[in-house]
């Protein structure tokens, strides 16, 4: 089955510092998305993305889909505490059903 | 607060018993999904309802089933379960089944199987 590698698997970082994971797959995906996922909750959407070569912004948050839509990244400028959490990229090929990757987990030292 | 609502929050319970999950999509959304997210394999996606009708379906077990209801909650029923089903399952729901529909997800039912 279709498979997200998703890195780093955790980042311990200082607050204010600027943080950058990846996902990469075998396969082909025509929508990319990351979530977060705090203690307790569900993932919560952060940024999606449509098309190929797109790069967009939520506030700190910035993704990219890669050319091939075989990849995609995510960083975050600037973290601060309350950024901690499990960061999960999803793949979508056709219908609605999401495939995800394993997740990094991210650690804010203020 | 996604508008998903998901009961219980916590379940225990032994192996070999059956147990139901229960979600309430968000106010007008058609769909809804079921994922499983266990400590060494992620999220995975279980299985699909829109309307009342299964639309897709994943990584499900037999031991496993679903249904989508009139009002449009949904019930997972695990059954004769093993250890290794102690994970957290989550719901979540979307307007409809299309491709760019952001999913909501629920809070999650954490079931231990002791």
């Known amino acids: 089955g279709q498979q997200l590698n998703q890195s780093p698997q955790s980042m311990f970082i200082q607050e204010g510092e600027d943080v950058s994971m990846n996902c990469t797959s075998s396969s082909i995906f025509n929508t990319w998305l990351w979530y977060k996922q705090e203690p307790g909750e569900g993932p919560v959407l952060l940024i999606a993305l449509y098309k190929a070569g797109e790069l967009t912004s939520n506030g700190r948050l910035t993704a990219q889909f890669g050319i091939t839509r075989k990849d995609s990244f995510l960083n975050i400028s600037a973290s601060i505490p309350s950024d901690v959490g499990i960061y999960f990229c999803?793949?979508?090929?056709?219908?609605?059903?999401?495939?995800f990757g394993e997740g990094t987990q991210l650690t804010v030292n203020p | 607060d996604s508008g998903v609502t998901q009961t219980p929050k916590h379940l225990i319970t032994a192996t070999g018993q059956r147990v139901t999950l229960r979600c309430s999509p968000r106010s007008g959304d058609l769909s809804v999904y079921w994922y499983q997210q266990s400590l060494d394999q992620g999220l995975q996606f279980l299985i699909q309802y829109y309307n009342g009708e299964e639309r897709a379906k994943g990584n499900i077990l037999e031991r496993f089933s679903a249904q989508q209801f009139p009002d449009l909650h949904s019930e997972l029923n695990l059954s004769s379960l093993e250890l290794g089903d102690s994970a957290l399952y989550f719901c979540a729901s979307s307007a409809l089944a299309g491709a760019t529909d952001t999913q909501y997800f629920g809070p999650g039912t954490r079931l231990t199987v002791l």
């Open positions: 999803a793949g979508r090929t056709s219908g609605s059903r999401l495939t």
